[in-house]
């Protein structure tokens, strides 16, 4: 009996779906990325062209050419159009992970109607989640992730280095999760114990310590979480009183700063001459709600102080090149009226697991009360889990890379000859190395 050519691609055929299904459930758990571009996103593919026609019908996206009255025998009559048209899709385009398909909006609607349906896409797509944006007028691009990115966070390349600027982790959308001091000078970071805070500021100072900027720490915990870093910090203050000494010096290096820019003509630090221009400063404060309690009168008088000094570089540092990165397991306004001031200057917002609902709303609730919500869903078992937001008030799910405490004390003392001396902030070596401003 021969074999025709025809039986022959047939059978060859037959035995590349089989070997593909077979090895799928393997492939997609060791190579997820080599799974979606070899057999997920074909499979998606199929699967959107196929039930877009039903989908958007279902959905009341689909548009009958004719109106949906009519005129029957002296009677005006309504009813739903036989065959109504789908909008336009193009071809779904492969994206790391997921794909994108544009759709062209038929006259009237506007992507408010498409928000509505995400999770009718997400259930017959079968993927992680379905987002929508519209970068055209009169046309919504509608953006699938096959798989939640956040349960393990690998970092798809890396960005260019930046100065100010941080990749620490990634977005839900399967872009990188950057805290760029330029953009949003000043960052809040909450979340209760465990949640991971100290892993976020422990990726944070790996990515910044290449770079020349001059880092301080404020740790009232006895100095115990950012010591990690004391190679690399210009001074680390550890009591209350050394805070208090740290903060007022670095509000007169603020004021002698602003005093510089004027002299000059310049209207932020960015402006000056390269041979006048100064080290940005980044100062991290761990366990903020320590700076502000009062036990004692003297206390009251500290408490004071450093809330002044905090919100005075809050208010002048983002143009002088100061920043703050303010972490903390409870930061309510029960503090005081210093922390609800302090808050609405540092427009970056980090809200992990929290256990208090005022933090989350401290953190969240004056830019989005779906982020809030977000935020209190945040469950014990997603360490690292976060919603962040920055100057646009969008707020997204991010997850940082996990960055062990060695890792961060190794960064530390690699890039410690890049730490500037303080008071004065010369800088401590004047070779090439780091990223400059
Ligand atoms: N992005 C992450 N991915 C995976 N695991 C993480 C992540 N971030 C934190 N973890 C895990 O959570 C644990 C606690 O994290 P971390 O010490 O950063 O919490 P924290 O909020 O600073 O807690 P505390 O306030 O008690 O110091 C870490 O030891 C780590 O195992």
């Known amino acids: 009996m021969s074999v025709s050519v025809l039986q022959l691609l047939w059978l060859g055929f037959l035995a590349v779906v089989l070997i593909g299904l077979s090895i799928a459930p393997g492939l997609r758990r060791t190579h997820p990325h080599l799974w979606w571009c070899l057999l997920g996103y074909p499979a998606a593919l199929i699967r959107v062209l196929l039930t877009w026609r039903r989908l958007t019908t279902n959905l009341g996206l689909a548009v009958a050419r004719r109106p949906a009255r009519a005129v029957v025998g002296g009677m005006a009559v309504r009813g739903d159009p036989l065959r109504p048209v789908p909008p336009r899709i193009g071809l779904p385009k492969l994206r790391r992970g997921g794909l994108e398909v544009t759709v062209r909006l038929h006259p009237g609607q506007t992507p408010d109607h498409y928000c509505e349906t995400v999770e009718a896409l997400t259930h017959t797509w079968r993927v992680h989640s379905v987002r929508l944006f519209s970068s055209e007028r009169g046309f919504v691009t509608l953006s699938a992730l096959a798989w939640d990115p956040l349960v393990a966070p690998v970092l798809p390349y890396r960005l260019r280095e930046r100065p100010l600027r941080a990749v620490v982790g990634l977005l839900e959308d399967g872009r990188a999760w950057v805290i760029d001091l330029r953009r949003a000078p000043h960052w809040l970071i909450v979340g209760a114990t465990r949640s991971g805070k100290s892993t976020l500021v422990a990726a944070l100072v790996k990515e910044l310590a290449p770079q020349r900027v001059a880092l301080f720490g404020i740790d009232l915990?006895?100095?115990?979480?950012?010591?990690?870093?004391?190679?690399?910090?210009?001074?680390?203050?550890?009591?209350?009183?050394?805070?208090?000494?740290?903060?007022?010096?670095?509000?007169?290096?603020?004021?002698?700063?602003?005093?510089?820019?004027?002299?000059?003509?310049?209207?932020?630090?960015?402006?000056?001459?390269?041979?006048?221009?100064?080290?940005?400063?980044?100062?991290?404060?761990d366990e903020?709600?320590?700076?502000?309690?009062?036990?004692?009168?003297?206390?009251?008088?500290?408490?004071?102080?450093?809330s002044t000094h905090l919100l005075r570089l809050a208010q002048l540092g983002a143009a002088l090149g100061v920043h703050l990165v303010i972490a903390g397991q409870r930061v309510g306004s029960d503090l005081g009226p210093g922390v609800t001031a302090l808050r609405a200057q540092l427009a970056g917002r980090v809200c992990h697991r929290v256990s208090d609902e005022g933090t989350a709303e401290m953190a969240l609730g004056d830019l989005n009360k779906d982020a809030l919500a977000a935020a209190q869903r945040i469950t014990l078992a997603e360490q690292g889990v976060a919603i962040t937001a920055d100057t646009d008030g969008q707020w997204i799910r991010a997850r940082s890379i996990h960055i062990?405490?060695?890792?961060?004390?190794?960064?530390?003392?690699?890039?410690?000859?890049?730490?500037?001396?303080?008071?004065?902030?010369?800088?401590?070596?004047?070779?090439?190395?780091?990223?400059?401003?």
């Open 221 to 285: 915990k006895g100095g115990m979480e950012l010591s990690l870093f004391e190679d690399r910090l210009s001074a680390l203050a550890s009591t209350r009183t050394e805070a208090a000494r740290l903060l007022a010096d670095l509000v007169a290096e603020t004021e002698a700063r602003m005093q510089l820019c004027r002299s000059v003509g310049a209207r932020s630090v960015w402006d000056l001459p390269a041979k006048l221009r100064k080290s940005p400063i980044v100062v991290i404060v």
């Open 288 to 306: 903020v709600a320590e700076l502000y309690l009062v036990a004692t009168r003297d206390d009251k008088a500290e408490v004071g102080e450093i």
């Open 404 to 437: 062990t405490p060695e890792q961060a004390r190794r960064a530390a003392r690699k890039h410690a000859r890049l730490a500037p001396s303080w008071p004065g902030l010369h800088a401590a070596d004047e070779s090439d190395e780091g990223v400059y401003v």
